[in-house]
C-alpha cells in the first residue's frame, strides 16, 4: 500500500485560495487518494477523492497529476473554519491505509 | 441519526488498570473501526470489522489491546493492563461499504494513563 508524504504546516490568507500538495510516489494503479481533514478535538470529516481525473464537490477539488504520482487539495476561497489538519491518504486492495500526521493549515484573518 | 456514539469522552486511569471504550456505530453501517490518535503517529488504524467480524488487527499493538463486536450496534476496545505509552485520543469510525469515503467518526476518547 501507498505511503503518502505531506508538509507538515502551511498558512493561507481568507479568501484566497488553500493549495494542500501530497506527494504518494509509491501509490499503484488501483489505489484511490482519499483527502480528510481534522477540526480540532473532532473526528476526522471526509472532504473528496479520486482515481485518475480532477474531482470537484462542494467542499474542495482534486487535482491529481498524470503520472499519479502528487496530487493538490484545493480549497477554492479558504475560511476561519478551515484551519484544521488535512490528511492524504491512499487505500489499498487490501482495505488497509495509513492516515500519517497531516498538513496544518492555518487560515489568517 | 445521533451519528457514532462513543463512550467515555474521557477517561482517567492509572497504570496496569483495565480500560474500556465503548462505541456504537451508525445503525445500518456494517463496517466499524477503531483508531488512535497521538502527536507523535497521528492517527493510526488499529482494527475494523464488518458484519461484526474482525477483518484486519494488524495495527492493534500489542496482546494488551482487544476489540469486540458483539452486536451491529456495539463494540468495545479494551486494554489490560495499561500502560502511560496508551495515552492517547481513541476514535471509533463507520461505514456502509467499508471505503474511505463514507467513514464517519465519533467525537473520541480522551484516555490518560497516570
Known amino acids: 500500500d501507498a505511503k503518502t508524504t505531506q508538509p507538515p504546516s502551511m498558512d493561507c490568507a481568507e479568501g484566497r485560495a488553500a493549495n494542500l500538495p501530497c506527494n504518494h510516489s509509491?501509490?499503484?494503479?488501483?489505489?484511490?487518494v482519499y483527502w480528510y481533514r481534522q477540526i480540532h478535538s473532532q473526528g476526522p470529516q471526509y472532504i473528496i477523492h479520486?482515481?485518475?481525473n480532477n474531482e470537484t464537490n462542494e467542499m474542495a477539488s482534486l487535482i491529481i497529476t498524470e503520472d499519479r504520482k502528487s496530487s493538490t487539495l484545493i480549497l477554492p476561497h479558504a475560511t476561519l473554519r478551515d484551519t484544521a489538519v488535512y490528511y492524504c491518504?491512499?487505500?489499498?486492495?487490501?482495505?488497509?491505509?495509513?492516515f500519517g500526521t497531516g498538513t496544518s493549515l492555518t487560515v489568517i484573518p | 441519526d445521533a451519528g457514532v456514539i462513543q463512550s467515555p469522552r474521557h477517561e482517567v486511569t492509572e497504570m496496569g488498570q483495565e480500560v474500556t471504550l465503548r462505541c456504537k456505530p451508525i445503525?445500518?453501517?456494517?463496517?466499524l473501526f477503531w483508531y488512535r490518535q497521538t502527536m507523535m503517529r497521528g492517527l493510526e488504524l488499529l482494527i475494523y470489522?464488518?458484519?461484526?467480524?474482525?477483518?484486519?488487527d494488524s495495527g492493534m499493538p500489542e496482546d494488551r489491546f482487544s476489540a469486540k463486536m458483539p452486536n451491529a450496534s456495539f463494540s468495545t476496545l479494551k486494554i489490560q493492563p495499561s500502560e502511560p505509552r496508551d495515552s492517547a485520543v481513541y476514535f471509533c469510525?463507520?461505514?456502509?461499504?467499508?471505503?474511505?469515503?463514507?467513514?464517519?467518526f465519533g467525537p473520541g476518547t480522551r484516555l490518560t494513563v497516570l
Open positions: 509509491t501509490i499503484s494503479g488501483n489505489e484511490y
Open positions: 491518504l491512499s487505500r489499498g486492495t487490501g482495505n488497509q491505509f495509513y
Open positions: 445503525s445500518g453501517h456494517d463496517y
Open positions: 470489522f464488518n458484519n461484526n467480524v474482525p477483518i484486519d
Open positions: 469510525a463507520s461505514s456502509f461499504s467499508g471505503l474511505l469515503t463514507e467513514q464517519f
Open positions: 479520486g482515481l485518475k
